[in-house]
C-alpha cells in the first residue's frame, strides 16, 4: 500500500513539472518576437484586405440606363458631328481568339531541364456590324461633353448662378417638370371628341356647351406647333426653364411627363426681370399690339394661370427628357 502511494505520488510529482514547462514554453512562443511578428503580419494583412475591398466598393462605377421620355435624334447628331468631325451610321466589330490543342514533353539533367509543346494552333473570329441609334448617339455626345467638363449639372440655383449662366451652355438639369393647363385640357380633348362622335351616332344628345368647348381646346391644340413645357430646378423652383418640345419626338404621352425627371439641353435667352412668356408666344401671337396682349395675358392667367411664366426664367432647346 505505502509502495503504491508513494508510486502514486512520484507520478504526480512527476507530472506537474511537467505541465509548468509546456505552459512556459507556450509563453515563450506567445511573447516571442518572431511570434509577434506573425501576428502583427496576420493584422496587417486582414486590414489592408479589408481596405481593398472598401477601395472595390467606392471605385465601382454604377451602369445607368435611362428612360427616354423626349429624345430629339438630330439635334444630338448636329452637335455629336461638330465633336468627332462627322456622322456615321454603324461600325464593325471582330474578335480573335486562339487555342493551342496537344501534349507536352520534357527532360533534365542535373541543374538543367528542357519543356516543349506538340499540338496545333486553332483560332476563332467573329464579326459583327453595330448600328448607332439615338440612343447611342446620345450616350456618346454625353460623354463626350463629360469629359471635356462642357455640361453644367444643376441640382439647384441661386442667384449668383442663375446670373452666370451663359447663352448656349449646355446643361443638365434635375427638374420638376410641369405641362401646361392648355396642353392637358387640348390632349383631352383630341382623345373625348370620337367618344362625342360615337354618343351622336346612337342617338344620344351631346350638350352643345359642351361641343364648343372641346372644339375650341383642338383648334387651339393644333395651332401649338410644339408642346412647351417648364422644367421647375429641383431644389429651388422658382427658377424656370421653358422647354419646346417637338411632339413627333416624344417617346411618351405628353400627360407623363410631369413629375421628376433630367432635361438635357442647350440654354437659350434668359427672360428680363419685368418680362413674361404665355403661350401666346407658343402660339407664333407673339407680335400683338402690347395693349391686346397683356390684356390676353390676364384673362389666360386668370383660368390657367399656368400659362402666363415670369422670371427669372431661362428658354431651353431640348435635347433628351429622362428618368
Known amino acids: 500500500m505505502t509502495q503504491n502511494s508513494m508510486s502514486v505520488g512520484s507520478g504526480t510529482a512527476y507530472i506537474m513539472p511537467c505541465r509548468r514547462a509546456v505552459r512556459q514554453r507556450w509563453r515563450n512562443r506567445r511573447y516571442s518576437p518572431s511570434h509577434q511578428r506573425d501576428r502583427a503580419t496576420q493584422a496587417a494583412s486582414a486590414t489592408l484586405d479589408d481596405l481593398s475591398g472598401s477601395v472595390a466598393r467606392l471605385a465601382r462605377v454604377p451602369v445607368l440606363l435611362r428612360n427616354f421620355l423626349y429624345l430629339d435624334d438630330g439635334l444630338s447628331s448636329q452637335y455629336l458631328a461638330q465633336l468627332e468631325g462627322g456622322v456615321y ?15 507536352e514533353a520534357g527532360a533534365k539533367a542535373g541543374p538543367f531541364s528542357a519543356r516543349g509543346s506538340r ?5 476563332e473570329s467573329q464579326a459583327r456590324i453595330v448600328r448607332q441609334t439615338p440612343e447611342a448617339d446620345f450616350r456618346r455626345l454625353e460623354k463626350l461633353l463629360d469629359d471635356a467638363d462642357g455640361m453644367q449639372w444643376l441640382e439647384a440655383l441661386d442667384d449668383t448662378i442663375w446670373q452666370g449662366l451663359e447663352r448656349g451652355e449646355m446643361l ?24 362625342m362622335e360615337m354618343l351622336e351616332s346612337f342617338g344620344e344628345p351631346v350638350d352643345q356647351e359642351a361641343q364648343e368647348a372641346i372644339s375650341g381646346f383642338e383648334q387651339i391644340n393644333s395651332m401649338l406647333k410644339d408642346a412647351v413645357v417648364v422644367a421647375h430646378a429641383a431644389g429651388t423652383p422658382r427658377f424656370k426653364f421653358i422647354c419646346p418640345l417637338k411632339r413627333d419626338m416624344l417617346r411618351e404621352d405628353l400627360g407623363s411627363l410631369s413629375g421628376e425627371c433630367v432635361v438635357v439641353g442647350a440654354l437659350g435667352r434668359r427672360l428680363k426681370a419685368r418680362e413674361r412668356y404665355s403661350l401666346l408666344d407658343a402660339m407664333g401671337l407673339s407680335g ?9 395675358e390676364r384673362d389666360m392667367k386668370k383660368h390657367m394661370p399656368d400659362a402666363v411664366i415670369s422670371a427669372p426664367a431661362a428658354l431651353l432647346t ?6
Open 119 to 123: 499540338g496545333s494552333n486553332a483560332e
Open 89 to 103: 451610321d454603324e461600325t464593325e466589330q471582330s474578335t480573335v481568339s486562339g487555342s493551342n490543342r496537344g501534349g
Open 172 to 195: 443638365r438639369i434635375e427638374a420638376q417638370l410641369k405641362v401646361p393647363s392648355l396642353y392637358q385640357y387640348g390632349e383631352l380633348a383630341s382623345t373625348f371628341a370620337p367618344y
Open 318 to 323: 431640348p435635347l433628351a427628357v429622362y428618368r
Open 288 to 296: 400683338l399690339p402690347r395693349d391686346e396682349r397683356r390684356k390676353m
